[in-house]
């Protein structure tokens, strides 16, 4: 037993002796002193600004091709359009997810589509291409996504709005609302996190903590750190463990009960899934419906609290949105929940929600794992094995993409001149994606975002009740926006 325990203990020593070796080694290999490097790895840039995502794109406006490279990150930078174009679409199969981010993310999403390549992410694709295409899932979705307003979103902001100067944070509205319908979408199970006095989901708190501290690995300049952390299971890399514990264990008790309870009947994704995927992988079931948690969870808040935050500060397009669903859902609030066909009229709502995303992207920066050596379309080089990324949250700030007033929230530049919502080319506009790998949820991402947008503002007045707040956007690290302090505003209901 001694010997047993004293071979642990050297085992021990040497793992972490040979962890700082490797680490002095890979700063000395990846040591740069350029303005950028030094920047990152200092956290100087802090001085100038409060999102890194803002510092990023002060350096693409800066740079005569809108691309750059940051060494001690092995990482090219673009918010060049043409780029974009190469990377998900003329040269797709050079920019896979790759091992790279398969290793940060594989603990939380596993095999999931957004973590996979190759074959497997193929099948996966294919298989949530025909059921979200599906008019039977496209109902069981809207019915849900009305129900949720009905039951639980109104009467929370009516019981806000009876009490003045009562503060609600949207943010978390928002956070509750989707993760109640997107669990509901995907396991069949309801969470009830939308309801007074706002309980804490265990669920919940696990997924936000693993999403939080698997996006900390994407950051970090020396990935040896959070290794030798999991290894010795120690500090954020256990806690990282033990979140993706907790997902594990409610997630394969939903789909045993859903083995057991049978799959007739059921509109859930996990059980039309179920139907293809082979009886012995239920590992493989949580990855795919783990993934589509994270999209339909986190990226759908992020979309409405930037968009609701815009809104405060731009009343004249609020009351456009009013003029426009009292002309499509007749005046007066007896109807707050529109039907598909009536948001199909919303032109002018589709176009300022398409805008704030511009400007808020709900995910700012989407990278890949170059396979082979290449030259990007602005003739910058990239080595095999470098992590190349688009920044969504920079392109939607660029001059030389969006014109001169870029800076303004101005839905018109969505439409044409009949009023009607115009598209721009997805690589000019990569928040959803382009190319093979864009989003197969993009519509009833869309049709939730609608759903809720015209609840709220049909029937109620919003302010964002902090200054600081009410000023600028601060956002806390993630794989999705999330603004840190949430949006805390105080809701008053329309006369």
């Known amino acids: 037993m001694l010997l047993i325990i004293s071979f642990t203990i050297v085992s021990f020593f040497f793992i972490i002796i040979f962890s700082l070796f490797h680490l002095l080694f890979l700063q000395k290999l ?43 990150l092995n990482s090219v930078i673009t918010a060049n359009p043409s780029n974009v174009e190469h990377i998900l679409k003329t040269n797709f199969h050079n920019y896979p997810k790759g091992k790279q981010f398969s290793v940060i993310l594989g603990d939380l999403l596993g095999r999931g589509i957004f973590n996979s390549d190759g074959d497997t992410w193929r099948f996966q694709r294919k298989l949530a291409s025909l059921e979200l295409g599906s ?46 319908t ?24 696990a997924f936000d903590t693993a999403s939080l501290l ?27 463990q033990e979140s993706i514990n907790v997902i594990n264990r409610l997630a394969g008790d939903l789909i045993k009960q859903r083995r057991l309870t049978g799959l007739m009947g059921k509109n859930d994704l996990i059980s039309r899934f179920m139907a293809v995927v082979a009886e012995d992988d239920d590992e493989y079931l949580r990855d ?25 500060r731009h009343p004249e397009v609020e009351n456009r949105i009013r003029e426009e ?22 032109d002018y709502l589709h176009a300022s929600l398409y805008e704030s995303m511009r400007l808020f992207p709900p995910v700012q920066f989407d990278s890949k794992f170059a396979l082979n050596d290449d030259v990007l379309s602005d003739g910058t080089f990239v080595n095999s094995g470098t992590r190349v990324t688009y920044h969504a949250y920079a392109m939607g700030r660029m001059d030389r993409i969006w014109g001169p007033d870029y800076e303004e929230f101005k839905p018109e530049r969505w439409l044409d001149n009949e009023g009607k919502f115009r598209p721009e080319n997805p690589v000019k506009y990569p928040v959803f994606q382009a190319g093979a790998r864009v989003c197969i949820g993009k519509e009833m991402a869309i049709m939730e975002m609608k759903s809720i ?36 505003v105080m809701i008053q209901e329309r006369s």
């Open 30 to 72: 990846r040591y740069c002193n350029c303005e950028i490097c030094h920047a990152y790895l200092t956290s100087s840039w802090k001085k100038d600004f409060i999102n890194l995502s803002d510092w990023y794109t002060h350096l693409l406006r800066r740079s005569p091709t809108s691309t750059i490279k940051v060494h001690v």
């Open 135 to 180: 008019v039977s899932v496209r109902v069981f979705a809207h019915e849900i996504v009305k129900t949720e307003i009905e039951t639980r979103l109104l009467p929370i902001l009516t019981s806000f709005s009876d009490n003045p100067g009562s503060v609600l944070d949207l943010q978390d509205v928002f956070r509750r609302f989707s993760f109640d």
């Open 182 to 205: 997107i669990s509901k979408l995907s396991f069949g199970f309801d969470p009830d996190c939308l309801r007074l006095p706002f309980p804490i989901s265990e669920f919940a708190v």
């Open 214 to 240: 698997s996006a900390k690995r994407a950051l970090a300049p020396f990935p040896l750190l959070w290794k030798t952390k999991r290894l010795l299971r120690i500090g954020s890399e256990k806690k990282l």
């Open 288 to 312: 795919i419906v783990v993934s589509f948690l994270l999209a339909g969870r986190d990226t759908v808040a992020a979309g409405l609290t930037g968009f609701f935050w815009l809104l405060t």
């Open 325 to 346: 669903l009292d002309r499509v859902m007749g005046t007066g609030f007896d109807s707050v929940t529109a039907r598909c066909d009536e948001m199909r009229e919303m």
């Open 453 to 488: 947008a015209v609840a709220i503002i049909r029937r109620f007045e919003t302010r964002v009740a902090s200054p600081e707040t009410s000023e600028t956007l601060r956002f806390a690290p993630g794989l999705t926006a999330t603004v840190n302090g949430g949006l805390p």
